[in-house]
Nanobody
Framework: QVQLVESGGGLVQPGGSLRLSCAAS????????GDWYRQAPGKQRELVARITSGGITNYADSVKGRFTISRDNTKNTVYLQMNSLKSEDTAVYYC???????????WGQGTQVTVSS
């Protein structure tokens, strides 16, 4: 079966850093676009970062310059390095694998990131 498992969330102080991991099983993750989304209470889900099979990245304006998405295909894993964290980054972060041509989307269960002093 297909499974995406996020890890690395937690409580950090403003200005701190976290690295989130999204480990996939049941798919060859490198064949898929890897996305990180987040959703804060009472707010819509937001696409934070995207990395294509070719390694092209895109970021939401709110995180550009602070977050970096990457992938390690030998580990079937996509990462989100989060630096200079702000309180407004507090959310549940979800990873997804998307293949437009195959019409397939897979989602992880999410990991909580809380930025607070």
């Amino acid at each position: 079966q297909v499974q995406l498992v996020e890890s690395g969330g937690g409580l950090v102080q403003p200005g701190g850093s976290l690295r989130l991991s999204c480990a996939a099983s049941g798919i060859i993750f490198s064949w898929y676009v890897g996305d990180w989304y987040r959703q804060a209470p009472g707010k819509q889900r937001e696409l934070v970062a995207r990395i294509t099979s070719g390694g092209i990245t895109n970021y939401a304006d709110s995180v550009k310059g602070r977050f970096t998405i990457s992938r390690d295909n030998t580990k079937n894993t996509v990462y989100l390095q989060m630096n200079s964290l702000k309180s407004e980054d507090t959310a549940v972060y979800y990873c997804s694998a998307h293949h437009q041509q195959w019409g397939r989307d897979y989602w992880g269960q999410g990991t909580q990131v809380t930025v607070s002093s």
